[in-house]
């Protein structure tokens, strides 16, 4: 059993930066891939980034590839993501999800995960 709180979220102007934060309770943490996804108001849930087990394989959504970076503690039990240049078409709610693998890769389909956050608001004025 995993329990994702994620922190972070804000207001902020466009061009600005905030970083994102999952911590993870239970133990091996490292075996558990993670990704990022958000929900803006009227629209369905989007894949944002994910990371593998060990933080070498990451993977982005095209609309967020070179301005957010996913990283992770595995000693920590925490997983970032680092925006930067924030449009006002990133705001929404983001979460982070984790599920257990064997794989070395991440994945952008949600419903490969079996634990989510309650998520964290980020706002991006124009």
């Known amino acids: 059993q995993v329990q994702l709180v994620e922190s972070g979220g804000g207001l902020v102007q466009a061009g600005g930066s905030l970083r994102l934060t999952c911590a993870a309770s239970?133990?091996?943490?490292?075996?558990?891939?993670v990704g990022w996804f958000r929900q803006a108001p009227g629209k369905e849930r989007e894949f944002v980034a994910t990371?593998?087990?060990?933080?070498?394989?990451?993977y982005y959504a095209d609309s967020v590839k070179d301005r957010f970076t996913i990283s992770r503690e595995n000693a920590k039990n925490t997983v970032y993501l680092q925006m930067n240049s924030l449009k006002p078409e990133d705001t929404a709610v983001y979460y982070c999800?984790?599920?257990?693998?064997?794989?070395?890769?991440?994945?952008?389909?949600?419903?490969?995960?079996?634990?989510w956050g309650q998520g964290t608001q980020v706002t991006v004025s124009s």
């Open positions: 239970g133990r091996a943490f490292s075996s558990y891939t």
């Open positions: 999800a984790a599920v257990a693998t064997t794989s070395v890769y991440g994945s952008f389909m949600p419903g490969e995960y079996r634990y």
């Open positions: 990371i593998g087990r060990s933080g070498a394989y990451t």
